[in-house]
């Protein structure tokens, strides 16, 4: 029964339990007839949420509280429903009016400046928020969420160094391990630095962040991006080399990076090689990696690539069709037309997909742009792409090395 109901329904029919816990607490049942000791308004607001007339029965909830300023509870709970309608200035309202109560409790003042700064945040007014989060990392009720809070904050003004101190806080209440997330802060202050045209900067920022997580590919791609940018093709070829061994995921933005050193180096047959190892390492994973890799780069159409890419096609029943359209033939030429037929077919179809919310989208993130968790971006499988998942089904945990924005 429940679970076809509205979550927004659901969380007026929790007000409402709240409203008449309340009333049975401050007045008791009385006698036992029939409505004595409750509130009248609060039978006809149960009537409005069962008959699924929400708006009517919150604005009856709302002259209840306002009728009895002493239940802090329903008013926590108005405010946490007006903000989830989108309604901010009213949860804003509610909570500014409850802090300003002299004879508050000192955990409900607390709690009433979280939910304001909750407020605020939603209102998109971060540095009301971090002033309202900073005065409450000291209470320990609220230390944790807050200093969250403020990670999100930090993140999203792109204060590294200001998420980076409240990481480290973090890590050492939460007892959890965030050295992965510290060294990707690391990692957008080295670009910021490269882009600054200080590559001195860059360098020991990216030994920073490999230094937090040992295993950190991103701070692996732009020290190699350094090397190349410097002049050391050897070693950033070596560097992306090393880098496709350990994940071949990575092939989507490594392998148009080591295709261009190597093009440069006029070692064009060294890039054979390295797909050809990359595909015996990988195996059947290896080579869907590099089939989104050339789909989404014509740069590296190559003899090497087209073969690893037809061969991954013929195993995909979803291109079956697309195959007899070229008559059975199987010469380069032909491969090409599979590539262009394929790449039309698979036109403004999104590419890749967050593990942990859903978000897809054309580009690769190390952030997803929607839920903001890290590392959980991964390319959609090219057949996947021709049917679609649902946009609320969840893709299944994935590696958190993932490809950067190209």
Known sequence: MFAELSPLLL??????????????????????????????????????????????????????????????????????????RGEVDRAIRIHQNLIARPNLARDQRQQALFAL?????????QDRAEHLFQDLVDAARFRRRALEQLASIY???????????????????RGGDDRHIIAHYLCEQAEAAGLARDPRTARTLLR???????????????LAGLSESEGDDEGAMRAYRRILEQDSSLAVLVLPKLRRVLRGAGRAEVFTEAVLAMEKAGGAAARAHIALALVL?????????????????????????????????????SDRRLLDAVRGLLDGRPRFRCGECGFAGHVHYWQCPSCKSWDRTQGISLAGGLFPEPEDKRVPSLSRRVADRP
């Open 155 to 173: 993140e999203q003004q792109k204060g590294w160094d200001e998420a980076i101190t409240v990481r480290k806080r973090l890590q050492v209440i």
């Open 208 to 222: 920073k962040a490999t230094s937090q997580d040992r295993d950190s590919l991103r701070a692996q791609i732009l």
């Open 297 to 333: 780069n014509p740069e590296l159409e190559e003899p090497v690539t087209l073969r690893i890419f037809r061969g991954w096609v013929e195993g995909e029943a979803a291109f079956a069709g697309t195959l007899r359209l070229l008559d059975g033939r199987n010469d380069e030429a």
């Open 11 to 84: 969380i007026a029919l929790a007000l409402a339990l709240v409203l008449l816990l309340v009333l049975i607490l401050r007045h008791g049942f009385g006698s036992r007839r029939r409505g004595d000791g409750l509130h009248p308004d609060y039978l006809k607001g149960l009537n409005y949420l069962l008959n699924e007339e929400t708006d009517r029965a919150i604005d009856l909830f709302v002259r209840m509280a306002e009728l009895d300023s002493e239940t802090v509870e329903t008013h926590f709970a108005l405010g946490s429903l007006f903000r989830r």
């Open 117 to 125: 700064g909750e407020d605020y945040m939603r209102a998109g007014l």
